[in-house]
């Protein structure tokens, strides 16, 4: 019996609507990004949906919308970003299933205080498999729900235990067997990206290991053929020598034995040309494969890097600047100024940590003294703490805002160093670095040159187009200019011309500025 569950997360209320019902503009644009859509569009008549009457005519953004709104006018506080009013859960389902089976959960989900929006039943959606060769479906609904408290104008909370009932109703409500529970497998849910990510890493593994097993195997074969051809030399010279010898006398024996092993050697060399042939047309497959692997690896890869600098990006927004703002406000009150916030969060930061450190060093130990002798504390704002208790909970906090920074700059110095080292494996094969390289050896040693021409901008793009941020953009472009340092660094005139315009001509495009310097050239030319 197949099995489901269902792992609410929050819903993409921007293309979920698209993407669940087919709409004609989402399916042309995938299609134009990518050549294809994910799903058989000749199979989209066996999709179902179901709405529910009580959201007629609202689209989700909108519900989003009014959630927050309820949210600020109940708590008095803006609904914060990471909140998920709507939520969406992809369980796996039986090809007959329909939307009427879903009732039972539906009705438990809603003694929750859980409200269904829709349904979508997915039966155009699999792969194919290559060993097999057929198509494999994957059947699946789209469940999204209102997971909003519109009495307290909070989220709905789940205890563990009613996570675990949660998945038991639904496979009894679909009649599907139910999945393994994490705290059995230790495997955390993974999302639907994620999970293509191991999938696709996997299946590139194995192609590998294929491909290793072919170069054995001709390996293998080589080694056999040069074993017979040198049996066959042998013999031969050893026919040269005593044919003086034996004239005429049993000689038809040994021509005989000579053509058993020039045949023998024929059919050899035919065998070890039909497996050539084979082992070629098998490595090119395979190869092709790897290609076509690495290819969606590289894109999983950007979408989740693009995922991760989003999220790292908001929580710098909605909660790391707005948390130094108010140590640096608590700062200016402590040492009686009014000092400005820098604009650059990292100089923010280290000025703040200067700052506080120089306040404690000579606030903390006068205020402990105090305490210590008067128990003097601070009774504002109804509490009794001591004050130098509030300054380590503040320096705590800081310390532990730092530590998370630093993961995060120490997980893009580990994508800049595999950047690197994918560069230094590639080496020129790949014909976007080969033709940007062109293009910055060019303008490196031609004297009359100061700018790139507009192909070669081009040509340097397309391997800037290689990076995932900005960062790595940087480490292509320095990688590039190592390379062709390498080569003219031995001419004095050459280093010249690389140093005063190679380099600073291939920085400004790799920081994306070379657009923006055009077009205030056309500015300066308007009469």
Not at 347 to 372: H, N, W
């Amino acid at each position: 019996m197949a099995k489901t569950g269902a792992k609410f997360r929050r819903c993409n209320v921007e293309q979920a609507e698209a993407h669940n019902r087919r709409r004609k503009a989402y399916t042309e644009a995938l299609k134009k990004k990518y050549g294809q859509t994910h799903y058989r569009e000749e199979l989209a008549h066996l999709n179902l949906y179901w709405d529910n009457s009580e959201y007629k005519g609202m689209s989700l953004a909108k519900i989003e919308r009014q959630a927050a709104e309820e949210a600020k006018a109940k708590t008095e506080r803006k609904m914060q970003e990471k909140a998920s009013p709507i939520r969406e859960a992809c369980p796996p389902i039986k090809p007959d299933t329909k939307i009427e089976d879903f009732d039972n959960f539906n009705r438990w989900l809603a003694t929750k205080g859980i409200k269904v929006i829709s349904i979508d039943l997915h039966h155009d959606e699999g792969h194919y498999d290559k060993d097999a060769n057929e198509w494999v479906p994957n059947h699946h609904a789209h469940f999204i729900v209102d997971w909003f408290d519109h009495d307290t104008g909070k989220a709905v909370r789940l205890t563990p235990t009613d996570c675990r009932e949660m998945q038991t109703v639904l496979a009894e409500s679909l009649g599907m067997e139910r999945g393994t529970p994490k705290e059995d497998t230790g495997i955390e849910g993974l999302s639907a990206t994620e999970y293509k990510l191991r999938k696709a890493k996997e299946e590139l593994r194995g192609v590998k290991e294929k491909i290793k097993n072919a170069k054995e195997e001709l390996k293998d074969t080589n080694n056999e053929l040069e074993a017979v051809q040198a049996e066959v030399v042998s013999m031969s010279a050893k026919k040269a020598a005593k044919q003086k010898i034996l004239g005429f006398f049993n000689q038809s024996s040994k021509d005989d034995e000579i053509k058993e092993l020039k045949d023998k050697v024929a059919r050899v060399t035919a065998a070890k040309a039909g497996d050539s042939a084979r082992f070629r047309q098998q490595l090119e497959e395979e190869a092709k494969k790897r290609r076509e692997l690495e290819n969606r690896i590289r894109q999983l890869e950007k979408d989740r890097d693009e995922e991760v600098n989003r999220k790292l990006g908001q929580f710098n927004k909605t909660t790391f600047t707005p948390f130094l703002k108010e140590v640096w406000k608590t700062l200016n009150g402590i040492s009686g100024d009014n000092q400005q916030e820098p604009n650059d969060l990292v100089i923010f930061y280290k000025s703040i940590m200067g700052r506080l450190k120089s306040t404690v060093d000579v606030t903390l130990p006068a205020i402990r003294k105090e305490s210590e002798k008067k128990g003097m504390l601070d009774y504002e704002n109804n509490t009794a703490e001591p004050r130098y208790c509030r300054y380590e909970k503040t320096i705590n906090r800081l310390n532990q805002a730092m530590a998370a920074r630093s993961r995060e700059m120490a997980e893009l110095l580990d994508r800049n160093k595999a950047m690197e080292g994918l560069l230094d494996a590639i080496g020129l094969s790949h014909p976007f670095i080969k033709d940007a390289y062109h293009a910055i050896y060019a303008l490196s040693t031609t004297s009359s040159a100061r700018r790139y021409t507009p192909p070669q901008s081009a040509a340097i793009d397309k391997a800037l187009s290689l990076a995932k941020d900005k960062s790595q953009r940087m480490t292509i472009a320095q990688w590039l200019l190592d390379q062709v340092w390498k080569v003219i660094s031995k001419s004095s005139t050459y280093s010249a011309w690389y140093r005063n315009n190679a380099c600073p001509e291939t920085m400004t495009i790799a920081n994306g500025e070379e657009k923006k310097e055009s077009r205030n050239r056309s500015i300066r030319r308007k009469p």
